[in-house]
């Protein structure tokens, strides 16, 4: 089936550093998503981007849609510690309603 | 505005007992979802429900049932509870289509003993 490859698994940094990560899928994708979860809570949507090179921020939050729809990028700036949690990419191939999720990115940050 | 209300928000079960998560949305739409998450494996499907009265699967179906009740409502049954369906589970809704994103609630913790 289709996956998502996410990275890094998990990072854990001072506060006032900058954050990358990526998804990548051999999968072309026309959608992809954004979802940030906190402890005990569901997933809550970051960001949203639908077309091919696509650059969209929300505060320090900064996601691109890869030109090649197989991959999708999000950078936080200037972390803070309420920037804990962990991040997940999701992409949709179609408009079937169905999102496949990576595995997540466990971001921890030291004040 | 309440969102998705999931209960209960915890449970313990002895394996072989049968339980029903509820999963409950007020914003009108069109498509429901049940995924587990396990540790370093992400948001695994379930079942879904593009709409009312239609239902089907995801990529991890086996040992689950899933009941449409009416557009707002969509339950999640464990006919006989395995230690390897201990998870969290979390209902999510959306617009038909699905690409303004999922909302979700907050999570059922489920332990098998």
């Known amino acids: 089936g289709q996956q998502l490859n996410q990275s890094p698994q998990s990072m854990f940094i001072q506060e006032g550093e900058d954050v990358s990560m990526n998804c990548t899928s051999s999968?072309?994708?026309?959608?992809w998503l954004w979802y940030k979860q906190e402890p005990g809570e569901g997933p809550v949507l970051l960001i949203a981007l639908y077309k091919a090179g696509e650059l969209t921020s929300n505060g320090r939050l900064t996601a691109q849609f890869g030109i090649t729809r197989k991959d999708s990028f999000l950078n936080i700036s200037a972390s803070i510690p309420s920037d804990v949690g962990i991040y997940f990419c999701?992409?949709?191939?179609?408009?079937?309603?169905?999102?496949?999720f990576g595995q997540g990115t466990t971001l921890q940050v030291k004040p | 505005n309440a969102g998705v209300t999931q209960t209960p928000k915890f449970q313990v079960l002895k394996t072989g007992q049968s339980m029903t998560l509820q999963c409950a949305q007020d914003?009108?739409?069109?498509?429901m979802y049940w995924y587990r998450q396990d540790p370093g494996m992400g948001l695994r499907l379930i079942y879904y429900?593009?709409?009312?009265?239609?239902?089907d699967k995801g990529e991890v179906p086996n040992g689950y049932n899933v009941s449409r009740l009416n557009k707002r409502e969509f339950s999640l049954r464990l006919e006989s509870a395995a230690p390897s369906q201990t998870s969290v589970y979390f209902c999510?809704?959306?617009?038909?289509?699905?690409?303004?994103?999922?909302?979700f609630g907050s999570g059922t913790r489920l332990t098998v003993v």
């Open positions: 429900s593009a709409s009312e009265g239609t239902t």
């Open positions: 914003m009108n739409h069109n498509s």
């Open positions: 999510a809704s959306s617009e038909a289509g699905g690409s303004y994103g999922y909302t």
């Open positions: 999968s072309i994708f026309n959608t």
């Open positions: 999701a992409g949709q191939t179609s408009n079937t309603g169905k999102l496949i």
